[in-house]
Nanobody, 119 residues
Framework: QVQLVESGGGLVQAGGSLRLSCVNS??????MAWFRQAPGKEREFVAA????????YYSDSVRGRFTASRDNAKNTVYLQMNSLKPEDTAVYYC??????????????WGQGTQVTVSS
């Protein structure tokens, strides 16, 4: 059964850090991505990482603060989030991509995990 299960969300003060995890079943050969959706806004891209983990790219809003990584031996993808801001508050989704360069071609979504950053 293919699935993506996120964890690690929570409430943190501005300037703090969180690490999200996404355990994936059936997607170890896929590029993976993180998206987020804030209340009243459309879902937006955050980061993508190649299936080997050697390449990653980020949205302008998180570059330099967030880092995507993966451990294929553990079937897990991570998103380390530092220097969090209230505008980072959103539900964060893990996604399996059809290919690394096609962040709009999502083949499977996780259920999401809430991140709330207080000011």
């Amino acid at each position: 059964q293919v699935q993506l299960v996120e964890s690690g969300g929570g409430l943190v003060q501005a300037g703090g850090s969180l690490r999200l995890s996404c355990v994936n079943s059936g997607f170890n050969r896929n590029a993976m991505a993180w998206f987020r959706q804030a209340p009243g806004k459309e879902r937006e891209f955050v980061a993508a990482i190649s299936w080997t983990g050697t390449n990653a790219y980020y949205s302008d809003s998180v570059r330099g603060r967030f880092t995507a990584s993966r451990d294929n031996a553990k079937n897990t993808v991570y998103l380390q989030m530092n220097s969090l801001k209230p505008e980072d508050t959103a539900v964060y989704y893990c996604a399996a991509l059809q290919s690394y360069g096609q962040r709009d071609k999502v083949v499977h979504w996780g259920q999401g995990t809430q991140v709330t950053v207080s000011s």
